[in-house]
């Protein structure tokens, strides 16, 4: 185990960020001094849960933020300091509704079945103008933007930086792009355990947030933040291995259209349970109110949305809502920005398991254009069409929820629910513009 004491001591670190991730994603931190990082890596640092986004009151006790040191990176923008994600605990026991307890108990449940899930993931996002109104780069027009050479060289001190930082860290980057849509990016990043691609993905929106910041600009995750635009995915990719890493438990040939991708049957089996599960999924891979402009989106100023709106899985095709664009593992397509990365994690995991357990059927793969034929597909279910229809299905999914844990879900679920109601009793200046004369 990392002693965090030695560890500012050999860095040079004299701050530690002890951080943890709400149910809504947000990150929550402590910044303490190096002096006193021995005393929060035994007990933990006090938090009141009830002032963030978890499901408790004011009357609860603290709740102690565990550092765990496995997992602490030096900031390599401000060396001085080092963030390290914490496992929250509350009167001697982990805290069940705590995304990173959710994520490390479907880990754990993976393991006893002899699995271990490797994932990758390709984060999305925008450079806005300081106020966040519009895309930074004035010059950044073209109908067509994705890959543009002259627009991502007019970001090449923000998006250089970030990828020199996860070269020093030792991420394995392999490729920066401008995105579909005008001021749009991606970033890609080596596969990994669940839990440390989970541990990146929250460091890294952290890393682009505060870069953008240095240099003047604003990033945002947001899924849909420019009407008419493309919106912001995470896509993950996934795949299973043997305890040791070695074996793919995915690639293989299950026979038929399985086999034909390349998927072996406990690999159809996880699919299956990605297919079964998937409109409840949406509850925690599309989180927000805005999420639902992304995957049920007009044509976009591109000519397409690159976001699934129906239950459907294909080969190496980019719309529907799981691709198997080689064999061995799958990609899905769902997840927007604002997705939280250890519910992301959790929710694949659990989704996954519970199709093995049941030896779920994906059902038939399509390899039509869904954008232009998808209207010929009649059988295959649609995608939530907001947010509180996803909180419904994510609710009625009993299977789910219970494999992710029902202390859990029943705190997301009234979370949620509060956050859609607040939605629905804002008064919007649509509301005025269609109706004050009716």
Not at 337 to 359: F, W
Request: glycine share 10%; aromatic share 10%; charged share 20%.
């Amino acid at each position: 185990m990392v002693d965090l004491a030695e560890f500012a001591q050999a860095k040079g670190v004299k701050y530690f960020m002890v951080s943890y991730t709400d149910l809504f994603g947000g990150q929550r931190a402590k910044l303490v001094p190096a002096q006193a990082i021995a005393g929060m890596q035994a007990d933990g640092a006090g938090f009141a849960g009830f002032a963030t986004w978890l499901d408790l009151t004011p009357a609860h006790p603290d709740m102690l933020a565990v550092p765990d040191p496995a997992a602490v990176i030096q900031l390599p923008w401000k060396p001085d300091v080092a963030w390290v994600p914490a496992n929250c605990v509350m009167d001697g026991k982990t805290l069940e509704q705590a995304p990173r307890n959710v994520l490390r108990k479907l880990v754990d449940d993976a393991a006893s079945e002899g699995l271990r899930v490797k994932t990758g993931i390709e984060a999305e996002f925008f450079l806005l103008t300081p106020e966040g109104d519009r895309i930074s780069d004035p010059f950044d027009t073209a109908e067509k933007p994705c890959y543009d050479q002259q627009a991502v060289m007019r970001r090449y001190d923000v998006i250089a930086e970030i990828c020199d930082y996860m070269l020093d860290l030792g991420w394995g980057p392999y490729q920066n792009d401008h995105e579909d849509a005008n001021g749009q990016f991606e970033m890609n990043w080596d596969f990994d355990d669940a839990l440390v691609t989970a541990d990146r993905h929250s460091f890294f929106k952290f890393m682009v947030k505060s870069v953008a910041e240095k240099h003047g600009l604003r990033a945002t995750f947001m899924p849909k933040p420019i009407e008419g635009l493309t919106g912001n995915g995470c896509h993950a990719h996934i795949s299973v291995w043997d305890l040791e890493g070695r074996t793919n438990a995915f690639a293989g040939d299950a026979g038929g259209q399985l086999g034909e991708v390349g998927l072996s049957t406990q690999g159809g089996y996880f699919l299956g349970g990605i297919m079964q599960h998937g409109a409840a999924l949406a509850a925690i891979t599309n989180p927000t109110v805005n999420s639902y402009k992304r995957i049920n989106a007009p044509r976009t100023s591109s000519g397409a949305t690159w976001a699934p709106n129906t239950l459907t899985w294909t080969g190496n095709n980019r719309t529907h809502m799981v691709r198997v664009p080689g064999p061995g593992r799958f990609e899905l397509r769902l997840p927007d920005g604002a997705v939280n990365p250890y519910l992301l994690q959790a929710a694949i995991i659990a989704a996954g398991l519970s199709g093995i357990r049941s030896k779920a059927d994906p059902g038939p793969r399509s390899d039509i254009d869904m954008y232009a034929e998808g209207h010929l597909i009649t059988d295959a279910p649609r995608l939530p069409l907001n947010l509180l229809d996803a909180i419904r299905a994510f609710d009625a999914d009993q299977p789910l929820k219970a494999i992710l844990g029902d202390g859990f879900a029943a705190s997301y679920c009234r979370l949620k629910m509060q956050e859609w109601d607040s939605f629905v009793s804002h008064f919007s200046r649509w509301e005025k513009d269609n109706t004050l004369d009716i």
